[in-house]
């Protein structure tokens, strides 16, 4: 009975190699090398090519390395009975806190502005804001987007959050569904989307949302590059709606080399850096995890299939 790890970055190595010295007792393989398919029961998994897990006919559960499972979800070839779990991890949530906070005092201060300027010997003061002046409006209240409100609130920002699902526990403005959406964008002067990638979240970043926004509002998009209609969000800042974009996911990745955002001066991109999953703090409970499979002990972080999160 035997692990399968399966991503296409460098890190597969460094993965299997923490996992093995972790859990000596259990065999963990790469997909690259050779391996018996049929007696893997357990596949952990990050972007994986599609189709590849449909050589392992006797997988119990795929685990995914990271929070997000869109890639999962898409691949039509894995049977929609087998469970998939997802990482739920503090370090994960507060990385992701950390960047979003630093990426709206940037925008508050013109940091990166400034930056521009000096290469250029440009003395060119402008304007700020301060945090009192702004209110954050988050979309999607799960574990990413929940440790935000509380970080930002606990610094001074004014914070509301979107959901589907009743929060009255968070202590800030909740707004919920469809119903509720515009109320909550119309008092976003910063919006920051922490969705999950579904059917019905795909391009929801886009002209109907900015539309409803403060004149001048500011999106930050750390979910998915899928939440975002790309041409909508810069015909909403050539036209003076938006203000600016800070965006650290895309809808291919790498940026394609000719895509605009690369030279478009209000939008600000980085490499899909803003939490990435810690090697220390999410190998225990993919271990734990397994261990509860053996067990026959109901699985921790599941993925709801059906809502696709
Ligand atoms: P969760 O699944 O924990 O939370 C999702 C939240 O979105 C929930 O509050 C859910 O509402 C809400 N939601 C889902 N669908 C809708 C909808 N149609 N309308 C309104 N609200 C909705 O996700 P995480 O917090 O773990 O992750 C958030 C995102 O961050 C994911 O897209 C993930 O892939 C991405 N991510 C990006 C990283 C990066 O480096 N850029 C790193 C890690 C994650 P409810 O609570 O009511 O169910």
Known sequence: MAVV???????INAWKQALQEN??????????????????????????????????????????????????????????????????????????SEFVLATILDNLKHLRHYKVDQLNCQWKPQDYNRISDVQVGIMGMGA????????????????????????????????????????????????????????????????DVFKHLPEGAYIINVARGGHLNDQDLIDSIDEGQLSGASLDVFHDEPLLPEHPFWKHPKINITPHIAS????????????????????????????????GY
């Open 5 to 11: 790890i399966i991503r296409q970055d460098e890190k």
């Open 23 to 96: 859990a000596p007792d259990i065999s963990f393989f790469s997909f690259l090398e050779p391996h018996d398919r049929e007696k893997t029961e357990v596949a952990f998994v990050w972007k994986h090519p599609e189709g590849v897990l449909k050589n392992y006919p006797n997988l119990k559960y795929i685990a995914s390395f990271g929070a997000g499972v869109d890639f999962l979800l898409e691949d039509k070839s894995i049977p929609d009975d087998i469970p998939i779990t997802r990482v739920v991890d503090p370090i994960l949530a507060s990385d992701m």
């Open 144 to 207: 990413l987007g929940t440790d935000l409100a509380k970080f930002l609130t606990l610094i001074g920002f004014r914070t509301i959050g979107w959901a589907t699902t009743k929060k009255p526990q968070l202590g800030i403005n909740m707004y919920y569904g469809d119903k509720e959406r515009n109320s909550f964008l119309n008092q976003s002067n910063i919006l920051v989307c922490l969705l999950p990638l579904t059917p019905s979240t795909k391009e929801i970043l886009n002209r």
């Open 276 to 307: 990435v999953s810690d090697v220390a703090s999410v190998l225990p409970q993919l271990i734990e995890n397994y261990r509860r499979f053996k067990k026959d002990l109901p699985l921790n972080n599941l993925v709801f299939r059906q809502k």
